[in-house]
Each structure stands twice: as structure tokens, then as C-alpha cells.
């Protein structure tokens, strides 16, 4: 069986923690989506380490950690991340293995991503500009560059012809983005060097095989799921499915071999670039859970927007995914505050609803919140339930019971240690 553990909202949920706590239980751990628009925080021995395309298990020795084929990844990233790595001499050969059929992020790619987006202006989706979207679109266009090429003897034809082509789609845009072409496949082309030092496989058989021989394995997702391609508040979305379902295509395993589901978000919300965000503040609050919880993106650096928790969104994440387990992460941050707001409804066309609807702006949804008393005490320090105020487990209750998953892990701070189990 596997396991599945993705994030419940719009990305940033603290999903690489988790995944890093867990991975003791785990011979494998599979990323299944997503690229290096990911930025995974991890905190252990006083050091924290920020991994974009390596699954998180690759502090762990005796943990195989896969890049699956749903992945996109950029040889000029994944370079730096190994390099990031070098001080803990993991043996990368057999402990990272890399899918074939992965997709890779050209230096042209990543032109388009910063085209595309200067040419819609206002109405950019807030792309990290990692080249996702471009990656993704000639994955389904049929045109896309993986992993696998850079074992045929002319790769570098392909590698040229794409590029070519990229160029001219770039004249489409009309718009003015600076680049020295020769630098960038200079530096993709050391990239290109060491990714072939690592074991190209092929993951889905790999993962078949490891299942067969009742090896546990991990499935790790990226982003989060109100950023999936198909359920996310499109446009404003990634380029991959973030859900559930993107673990079986992203890996190649079939719906009926996942297992547990874990869900993790935030006890409060956050979201970094564009889009709705019906509980969004503007607020003393809003600053101070920026403030506490140093809300700023992982991978871009980009400030983090805040809102009060939103159980409508939750709920309808947890029935997509099918979570079996919820994990809520970051309840420190929201010690102190006197009183906290959830959202239990929206007002939307008229109309009092607890789904969520096709479209979520903030000209078609108004927010009913239910008013909870808050916890002052300091909880970074708790190590068991025991420790934890009266009006957080009020406060899990209320969300256990709206969405009818138990809540198994509440984090209380960003190390590994301050994970407490229920
Ligand atoms: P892209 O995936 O880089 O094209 O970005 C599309 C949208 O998803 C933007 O709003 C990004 O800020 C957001 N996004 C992409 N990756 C992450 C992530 O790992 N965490 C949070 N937001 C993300």
C-alpha cells in the first residue's frame, strides 16, 4: 500500500515537516508532482534546510526517495539543491532515484513563465516563474523534453529544436525579457552533467516491484490542493493535480493501493500570489500571523497573505483527497489572540451555502464565521496533549466535527520535536 500525504489549502501547509517526522514508518518516499515551485522546510539539530524537488526523506539513511514521473524538474535547481546537501554525504546514487518519464524544465521554459506573465499584467497568476506552466503545457501538448532523452546519443538535437521553438513563441509575447541564451544553457548544461551522475529508473515499475516485496512507501505531494489544475480557484492555480488523484498518475499507482490519507493545513490560512481568498485579512491580525508565523515564501521570498482558518474550503479538500487523517500545523502562531474567527458558511448568489462554489471572488462570496475563544498560554514547548490548552482542543473539535476526519498531529512549532501525536 501507500500512503499519501498532500496539503489542504494553497500550498505552504507545512507538508515537508511532516513528511521528514513520518519517514521513520517509510522505506520510500515518492514525490509525485509539481517542481521546484515547491520549497519543503525542513528543521532539525538547529539547521533548516529548504528542499524544492528532493523528497523529504533524504535526511533519513536507508530511505529510497523517488522523483516520480509527474514531476518537473530543472537540471539548474536540482544541481544546487544536491550542492546544498554536499556537508551530509548522502549517497545520492542509491538513495535518490529519478523517474524517466519526468519532464524537464528548459532555460527557454522558464523565459515563458516571465512572458506569459508580464503580458497578462494585472491578471497574473503570481507564478514563482520556475518555468511550471510552460513544462506542463508541452507535457500535454506532446512535445515536452524528459528525463529519459538524456540517455539517447542526440539529446542535444531535441534539446535545441525545443529551444528553437521556444524562441519564436517568445516573439509572441511582445514583451521585453532580458536574457544571454548562451549563459543559460552553459549553466543547464552543468546541470545536465549531474543529474546523469544519478540512477535514471523507471519509477512506476520500481514502486510495483517495492510494493510486491511489502516495502512501505510515501507518497509526497507539493502545493496544495485549492492550487490543483482541475479543483483549484482557476486560473489562479498550479499547472499539476495537487489532489489525490495526481499521486496515481504522478507515480503510476493504482487507486486501489493508497492507504492512509493525511491532509495537513494550517490552523489558519495562507496563500502567496493571486487569486480569491474569501477569509483573507487586512488587519492588525492578518500582520501579526504574518509576523509570528514569518510568512514568506520558501522558494520566491514573497510575502505570504493571512486569513482566519476556512472550514467550507477544508472540507470540500477533504472530501476530494479522501483524507483519512488531518494534520494541523502551526497552532502556535495563533497563540495570544483573545478571540479567532471561523468560516462555517458563504453567502453566494443569494444564497447560504457550505460548499464551494465554481467561482470564489470576493464580488460573489461573503464569509459567515462562527467566534471562538483564544489560547494565550506558550505551546512551543509542549510535548503531549496533555500540555495543550483547553480552547486549542475546543478548537480541533470544532474542525473534527465539520469535516468528520480526526485530527492525529497538531505541530507547535517548526522542529522536528515539536510535533505532537494524538
Ligand atoms: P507556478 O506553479 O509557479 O506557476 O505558480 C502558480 C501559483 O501557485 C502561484 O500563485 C504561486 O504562488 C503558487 N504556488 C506554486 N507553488 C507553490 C508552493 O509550493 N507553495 C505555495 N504556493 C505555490
Known amino acids: 500500500m501507500v500512503d499519501l500525504l498532500l496539503g489542504l489549502q494553497w500550498g505552504d501547509e507545512g507538508k515537508g515537516k511532516i513528511v521528514d517526522v513520518l519517514t521513520k514508518n517509510y522505506d520510500i518516499i515518492a514525490r509525485f508532482q509539481g517542481g521546484p515551485n515547491a520549497g519543503h522546510t525542513l528543521i532539525f539539530d538547529g539547521n533548516k534546510h529548504v528542499l524544492h524537488t528532493i ?114 513563441m517568445l516573439d509572441y509575447f511582445d514583451v521585453d525579457i532580458q536574457f544571454n541564451l548562451k549563459e543559460l544553457e552553459e549553466e543547464f548544461f552543468i546541470g545536465v552533467k549531474r543529474l546523469k551522475e544519478l540512477s535514471f529508473i523507471d519509477s512506476e515499475e520500481y514502486l510495483q516491484q517495492a510494493m510486491q516485496h511489502g516495502k512501505t512507501i510515501l507518497a509526497e505531494g507539493a502545493q496544495g490542493s485549492l492550487l490543483d489544475i482541475d479543483f483549484g480557484t482557476y486560473p489562479f492555480v498550479t499547472s499539476s493535480n495537487t489532489t489525490a488523484a495526481g499521486a496515481c498518475t504522478g507515480l503510476g499507482v493504482a487507486p486501489n493501493k493508497i492507504g492512509n490519507v493525511f491532509g495537513v493545513f494550517k490552523a489558519y490560512v495562507t496563500r502567496v500570489g493571486s487569486g480569491p481568498f474569501p477569509t483573507e485579512l487586512f488587519d492588525e491580525n492578518g500582520k501579526t500571523m504574518a509576523k509570528v508565523g514569518h510568512e514568506f515564501g520558501a522558494t520566491t521570498g514573497r510575502p505570504r497573505r493571512c486569513g482566519w482558518l476556512d472550514l467550507v474550503a477544508l472540507k470540500y479538500a477533504v472530501e476530494i483527497n479522501g483524507v483519512t487523517q488531518l494534520m494541523m500545523m502551526k497552532s502556535d502562531v495563533l497563540s495570544g489572540f483573545d478571540s479567532l474567527q471561523i468560516a462555517t458558511t458563504y453567502n453566494y448568489k443569494g444564497k447560504k451555502i457550505a460548499h464551494l462554489p465554481y467561482n470564489i471572488e470576493s464580488k460573489n462570496v461573503s464569509v459567515n464565521y462562527e467566534n471562538v475563544s483564544g489560547w494565550k498560554a506558550d505551546i512551543t514547548k509542549a510535548t503531549n496533549v496533555k500540555d495543550l490548552p483547553q480552547n486549542l482542543l475546543d478548537y480541533v473539535k470544532i474542525i473534527e466535527d465539520f469535516v468528520g476526519v480526526p485530527v492525529k498531529i497538531v505541530s507547535v512549532g517548526p522542529d522536528r520535536k515539536q510535533t505532537i501525536f494524538i
Do not use: Q
Not at 523529504?56 to 539513511?61: A, E, K, L, Q, V
Not at 544541481?79 to 546544498?84: A, I
Not at 506569459?116 to 508541452?138: N, Q, V
Open 55 to 168: 523528497p523529504s526523506g533524504i535526511f533519513h539513511d536507508n530511505v529510497v526517495n523517488i522523483v516520480g514521473n509527474g514531476v518537473v524538474i530543472d537540471p539548474v535547481i536540482f544541481k544546487k539543491e544536491l550542492d546544498n546537501l554536499s556537508k551530509y554525504h548522502i549517497d545520492f546514487k542509491s538513495n535518490l532515484l529519478i523517474s524517466r518519464k519526468a519532464h524537464v524544465i528548459l532555460p527557454t521554459h522558464r523565459l515563458l513563465d516571465a512572458a506569459s506573465e508580464t503580458a497578462k499584467g494585472k491578471a497574473k497568476i503570481g507564478s514563482t516563474l520556475k518555468g511550471i506552466g510552460p513544462t506542463y503545457m508541452d507535457k500535454t501538448g506532446r512535445n515536452g523534453f524528459r528525463i529519459g532523452d538524456f540517455e539517447l546519443d542526440n539529446w542535444k538535437e531535441k534539446f535545441h529544436a525545443l529551444t528553437r521553438k521556444h524562441l519564436s
